[in-house]
């Protein structure tokens, strides 16, 4: 079964640094790759995804990603950290394998707090 | 594209009693999906639509849930005799397509039972 690991439950940035949260994955064909971050009373909002070709993604907000097949990774990166990123950050992998489903597997989360 | 919306966005029940959620998808998306969401976890999938068609449910769903999208719109999402542990923020998405496209996800309904 595929899984999806975020190591960094919560992670502290100064405002104005720049920013990278890990994502490793297990998955046993090529991955459909996510990450979604959430706010405060907020839904999940799609930040970037990877289906193939160039492995250097680009999102929203000024967000980019990395595949990295080699080491089952899909690293989130920002440049400089603005106050309003702070939020729930989750990488996801899809689709979930057997039986058809097209849901996704979630990691448990990092927590981006930003300090001014 | 008015987004997805969840009714109601917070519940408050006591242990034993039945409760419903609704999800109204994007218009047009053909997937609708559920997933529940614990405190300090991310979204565990539960079950997923395409049009009125129930085509899979996660071992999470005991027998005490079930899920039902009538007309290939909105879904409802019943919970039977809500245990303490059914506690949780419960998330709609949905999606024109198959895997791998983009999950529109709703604000969520969150669940207490007392």
């Known amino acids: 079964a595929q899984s999806v690991t975020q190591p960094d439950i919560h992670i502290t940035v100064s405002e104005g640094a720049s920013l990278e949260l890990r994502c490793n994955y297990s998955y046993g064909a090529t991955p459909y790759l996510f990450w979604y971050v959430q706010s405060p009373g907020q839904g999940l909002q799609l930040l970037l995804k990877y289906f193939s070709g160039d492995t250097l993604v680009q999102g929203i907000k000024g967000f980019e990603a990395e595949f990295k097949r080699s080491q089952s990774s899909f690293n989130l990166r920002k440049p400089s950290v603005h106050w309003s990123d702070a939020a729930e950050y989750f990488c996801?992998?899809?689709?979930?394998?057997?039986?058809?489903?097209?849901?996704?597997?979630f990691g448990k989360g990092t927590h981006l707090i930003i300090q001014p | 594209d008015t987004g997805v919306s969840q009714d109601p966005r917070h519940k408050i029940t006591k242990r034993g009693q039945n409760v419903t959620f609704r999800c109204d998808p994007i218009?047009?998306?053909?997937?609708l999906y559920w997933y529940r969401q614990t405190l300090g976890q991310g979204p565990e999938f539960l079950t997923y639509?395409?049009?009125?068609?129930?085509?899979?449910k996660s071992r999470l769903l005991s027998d005490r849930f079930s899920a039902e999208r009538p007309k290939g719109s909105f879904s409802t999402l019943e919970i039977q005799r809500t245990e303490q542990g059914d506690s949780a923020m419960y998330l709609c998405?949905?999606?024109?397509?198959?895997?791998?496209?983009?999950?529109?996800f709703g604000p969520g309904t969150r669940l207490l039972v007392l």
């Open positions: 996801a992998v899809g689709p979930i394998s057997g039986g058809g489903a097209d849901g996704l597997t």
């Open positions: 998405a949905s999606t024109l397509g198959g895997a791998g496209e983009t999950q529109y």
């Open positions: 639509f395409q049009n009125e068609a129930q085509l899979e």
């Open positions: 218009s047009e998306h053909n997937r």
